[in-house]
């Protein structure tokens, strides 16, 4: 069964970046789309970027585009999320989940990760 661990969250400073790292074992991801999705304190899970099984079409919220790439390394059975420009509105428990690509909401992914904590303050 497909299992996911994400890594490379912590506490940055407004303005600083991080890279988020999901790595997938069990069984290779290809065929799936991977989604990052996050959860602030009290607000339900929302989604931040998806990319299709291909790694040609990808989806952004609005609030990650133009500071936030999401991409895939299929060799690797790995996938990042970069980061810039953060700031406190980002701080979030950020979850990586595979499944369909479709519309890159939460109901389309079957498998999720345990979530990696990022926090931006000064």
């Known amino acids: 069964q497909l299992q996911l661990v994400e890594s490379g969250g912590g506490l940055v400073q407004p303005g600083g970046s991080l890279r988020l790292l999901c790595a997938t074992t069990g069984e290779p991801m290809a065929g799936r789309a991977i989604g990052w999705f996050r959860q602030a304190p009290g607000k339900e899970r929302e989604r931040v970027s998806c990319?299709?099984?291909?790694?040609?079409?990808?989806i952004y919220a609005d609030s990650a585009k133009g500071r936030f790439t999401i991409s895939r390394d299929f060799a690797k059975n790995q996938a990042y999320l970069d980061m810039n420009g953060l700031n406190l509105e980002d701080t979030a428990v950020y979850y990586c989940?595979?499944?369909?690509?479709?519309?890159?909401?939460?109901?389309?992914?079957?498998?999720w990760g345990q979530g990696t904590q990022v926090t931006v303050s000064s």
């Open positions: 990319i299709d099984p291909s790694a040609e079409f990808t």
């Open positions: 989940a595979a499944g369909a690509f479709y519309s890159c909401q939460p109901d389309d992914f079957d498998y």
